[in-house]
């Protein structure tokens, strides 16, 4: 079985902090993908990026990264010098090809970003 | 180009009533997904296909939901006899492939949903 956990509900921060949202994930099977999307207040998903289990190497994208490591089964994101337009609910999800790579998500993390 | 869209954006009906939720995905996409998103369940995988083929349908939530796909293109997710926990966003979402098909390939596009009300 898969499971993925954000503990985190809500957070809020002020405009130009940093702040990490946790997810913590798991799983049996050997090859399997982690993905984080993005949920603003429009609604629609938006995906922010994609990693494969045989690849722990950590990534950034400007303000935003992603901090991998199988040994603890987390893949936590990071969004530097906070802005509002950050403010949205954040998925992590799961995938392997056993399900045709359907996701399974985390409850999501409510980050509230103040002026 | 053009991304996953839903129609119709808005629905409301009446308990007991049939419903289509209606699903065009990303051009060349062969794999398609059904996912459901409200406050208490959070978001759920519903059915996918690959192809028109939908190999595991166990996430459908009883047998008042059902899903077909025509021409591997557009899918349609009926649900007969609606009740009021049906209520959620639909969404729907798409990928290059299903299987593994190269690196990047499974990643899942979404749609803006359909809000769905019953009354």
């Known amino acids: 079985a898969q499971k993925v956990t954000q503990a985190q509900t809500e957070i809020s921060v002020v405009e130009k902090e940093d702040v990490t949202l946790d997810c913590v994930y798991e799983t049996r099977d050997t090859t399997y993908y982690l993905f984080w999307y993005k949920q603003p207040p429009s609604g629609e998903l938006v995906f922010l990026i994609r990693r494969n289990s045989f690849d722990e190497q950590n990534e950034i994208s400007g303000r935003y990264s992603w901090n991998f490591q199988k040994s603890t089964s987390s893949f936590n994101f990071t969004i530097t010098a906070s802005q509002v337009v950050d403010s949205a609910v954040y998925f992590c999800a799961l995938s392997n090809s056993n399900s045709g790579y359907a996701l399974n998500f985390g409850k999501g993390t409510s980050l509230l970003v103040t002026p | 180009g053009a991304g996953v869209s839903q129609s119709p954006s808005n629905k409301v009906t009446e308990k007991g009533k049939d419903v289509e939720l209606r699903c065009d995905p990303i051009s060349g996409h062969t794999a398609l997904y059904w996912y459901r998103q409200s406050l208490g369940q959070g978001l759920e995988f519903l059915i996918y296909?690959?192809?028109?083929?939908?190999?595991?349908k166990s996430g459908l939530p009883s047998d008042r939901f059902s899903a077909e796909r025509t021409g591997g293109s557009v899918s349609t997710l009926t649900i007969q006899r609606t009740q009021q926990e049906d209520s959620a966003v639909y969404l729907c979402?798409?990928?290059?492939?299903?299987?593994?098909?190269?690196?990047?390939?499974?990643?899942?596009?979404f749609g803006p949903g359909t809000r769905l009300t019953v009354l």
């Open positions: 296909f690959q192809g028109n083929s939908a190999p595991d």
């Open positions: 979402a798409s990928s290059l492939v299903g299987k593994r098909g190269g690196l990047g390939t499974d990643t899942q596009y």
